[in-house]
């Protein structure tokens, strides 16, 4: 089955702690990014990668990296999360670039205390 | 100007009824446009591209007007499914960039 998974779906961290959500997509795109949606702003796209070891920032990059060492994976690292990064995020990836369609994981609700 | 913009709602319609949502655009070069149609704090999902032409699938109906810089999306028969935050999508948002814009969304509550 085609898709894009993310892990975890639900994780609640302290200040301060790094951590990393993984997405991996099945189905050989090439473009792939990451989108933070809170109340009342939408989604906003963190950071995009185009192909492996070619990645650009977002909208709202600061306090985010991420790395694309393989076609299939994606992921989104916080170095030092902060309270502010408590939100829902989604991965998505696209056959081509920016003018196809995208297909989105299924979240991943971060918490940061 | 926000760079798209929806209503974001909610439309509150009886089933059966006919809806329709705008979505507005402020760069004149975008390329594609497309709906997703998005449940509660669940992934975002692709409804229909939006072509020049406009398109049709099933009960929904998506057209482009690039003089106005907006595009439409009309939902005859409404199901209570049809439930859901719509969310429309421009891409790129400017010359060069790689970075589609999503709009806020509009609320759809379609009621017994």
């Known amino acids: 089955e085609a898709q894009v998974t993310q892990n975890p779906r639900y994780l609640i961290t302290v200040t301060g702690k790094k951590l990393t959500v993984t997405c991996s997509q099945n189905?050989?795109?090439?473009?792939m990014s990451w989108y933070r949606q809170d109340p009342g702003l939408g989604l906003r796209q963190i950071y995009y990668?185009?192909?492996?070891?070619?990645?650009d920032k977002g909208d709202v990059p600061e306090g985010y990296k991420v790395s694309r060492k393989e076609k299939r994976n994606f992921p989104l690292i916080l170095e030092s999360p902060s309270p502010n990064q408590t939100s829902l995020y989604f991965c998505a990836s696209s056959p081509g670039q920016v003018t196809y369609e995208q297909y989105f994981g299924p979240g991943t609700r971060l918490t940061v205390t | 100007r926000k760079e798209v913009e929806q209503d974001p709602g909610p439309f509150n319609v009886p089933e059966g009824a006919t809806v329709a949502f705008n979505c507005t655009y402020s760069?004149?070069?975008?390329?594609?446009f497309f709906w997703y149609r998005q449940d509660c704090r669940k992934e975002p999902k692709l409804l229909m591209s939006?072509?020049?032409s406009g398109n049709e699938d099933g009960r929904f109906t998506a057209q482009l007007n690039r003089a106005s810089q907006y595009i439409s999306l009309l939902i005859r028969d409404s199901k209570l499914s049809d439930s859901a935050t719509y969310l429309c999508?421009?891409?790129?948002?400017?010359?060069?960039?790689?970075?589609?814009?999503f709009g806020r969304g509009t609320s759809l509550i379609v009621h017994p």
């Open positions: 990668s185009m192909n492996v070891e070619v990645t």
């Open positions: 760069n004149s070069a975008s390329q594609s």
């Open positions: 999508v421009v891409s790129p948002r400017s010359g060069g960039s790689y970075i589609p814009t």
């Open positions: 939006v072509y020049s």
């Open positions: 189905m050989n795109h090439e473009y």
